[in-house]
Every structure is written in structure tokens, then in C-alpha cells.
């Protein structure tokens, strides 16, 4: 069992279970000194692609979720890792308890670019799914984005 950050829509405990059956969520917790942000826009998306980077004046909030190896290898191919476009690092979490060691996905391509409106409330939607705080949440549904007639 290894244990997995979530910042994108995989914070939804529901579409995370779907994803991932045997993998529950243990916690919530924050990302200290990264940022959220876009990139990948090249890949021919509806838009940029979440992903985050180091930065010392931000913090992004994760979902913890305990993930066995069958589930690991299922979320390797969802999140296309297996292709190149995410790669695993290993993220320090600020839980309400210590903190803890987790991995997750980052976008092995430049920063950059406007996440689809779908995209971005999407995201939201999976924040407020598990329990993001309330100005976290308005956040994301307030970035920029870009507009594709969906």
C-alpha cells in the first residue's frame, strides 16, 4: 500500500473510487510551497492540463488516498504515465495530524497555456467533493480559462 496525493479530479472520493476501487480515501491535507497550475497545451487537449510546481509563497490541497498495487498500475494508465505525458514525484502532505510522504503526478511538459471552462469546473467540482475549503473552491471556479462552446 502506498499512499497517493490527489489534486486534480481525483480528489473526488466518488470518481476516485471508480477509478481506483480499492483505494480509499484516508485524508485530506496540503501541498506547502506548490502551486497550481496548467501546461500541455501542445498535446492538442480542449485546453492546459493540471499539474503543479514548486513554489515557496503557495499551497494546493490533496486529497491522501491508501493505493494498492493493482490500483497503482490502473492510475498509472489514467493518468497516462505509462506514456510519458505524467511522471511520479514524491511530495512531503501537511495533514491536520504530521505530516506525510506521498506521491503524485506531475505533467512532464512546459508551464503554460488556459484549461478548457469544463476542465477548470471539473477540478471544482472535485475540490468541493472533498471538502476543499470554501475559498480554495471559488479559486479554481475564478481562474482563467478558456471557452470552448461546451
Same mark, same amino acid.
Given at each position: 500500500?502506498?499512499?497517493?496525493?490527489?489534486?486534480?479530479?481525483?480528489? @473526488?472520493? $466518488?470518481?476516485?473510487? *471508480?477509478?481506483?476501487?480499492? %483505494?480509499?480515501?484516508?485524508?485530506? #491535507?496540503?501541498?506547502?510551497?506548490?502551486?497550481?497550475?496548467?501546461?500541455? $497545451?501542445?498535446? #492538442?487537449?480542449?485546453? +492546459?492540463? +493540471?499539474?503543479?510546481? *514548486? @513554489?515557496?509563497? $503557495? *499551497?494546493?490541497?490533496?486529497? !491522501?488516498?491508501?493505493?494498492?498495487? +493493482?490500483? $497503482?498500475?490502473?492510475?498509472? *494508465?489514467? /493518468?497516462? +504515465?505509462?506514456?510519458?505525458?505524467? =511522471? =511520479?514525484?514524491k511530495i512531503r502532505v501537511n495533514t491536520l495530524h504530521d505530516d506525510v510522504v506521498a506521491w503524485?503526478?506531475? !505533467?512532464?511538459?512546459? /508551464?503554460g497555456g488556459l484549461p478548457s471552462a469544463h476542465y477548470l469546473g471539473a477540478l471544482a467540482d472535485a475540490a468541493e467533493a472533498?471538502?476543499?475549503?470554501? @475559498?480554495?473552491?471559488?479559486?479554481? =471556479?475564478?481562474?482563467?480559462?478558456? %471557452?470552448?462552446?461546451?
Amino acid at each position: 500500500m502506498t499512499l497517493y496525493a490527489a489534486y486534480g479530479t481525483n480528489l @473526488d472520493p $466518488e470518481l476516485m473510487g *471508480q477509478r481506483c476501487p480499492h %483505494s480509499p480515501l484516508r485524508t485530506t #491535507g496540503w501541498l506547502t510551497g506548490w502551486r497550481l497550475t496548467f501546461g500541455g $497545451e501542445e498535446h #492538442g487537449w480542449d485546453g +492546459a492540463l +493540471a499539474t503543479i510546481v *514548486q @513554489d515557496p509563497l $503557495e *499551497q494546493v490541497f490533496v486529497g !491522501l488516498y491508501d493505493v494498492p498495487r +493493482a490500483d $497503482e498500475k490502473a492510475l498509472d *494508465q489514467w /493518468e497516462m +504515465a505509462d506514456t510519458g505525458l505524467y =511522471r =511520479r514525484t514524491k511530495i512531503r502532505v501537511n495533514t491536520l495530524h504530521d505530516d506525510v510522504v506521498a506521491w503524485t503526478y506531475v !505533467l512532464d511538459a512546459y /508551464e503554460g497555456g488556459l484549461p478548457s471552462a469544463h476542465y477548470l469546473g471539473a477540478l471544482a467540482d472535485a475540490a468541493e467533493a472533498a471538502d476543499a475549503p470554501a @475559498d480554495y473552491v471559488h479559486a479554481l =471556479r475564478t481562474r482563467p480559462c478558456r %471557452s470552448i462552446g461546451l
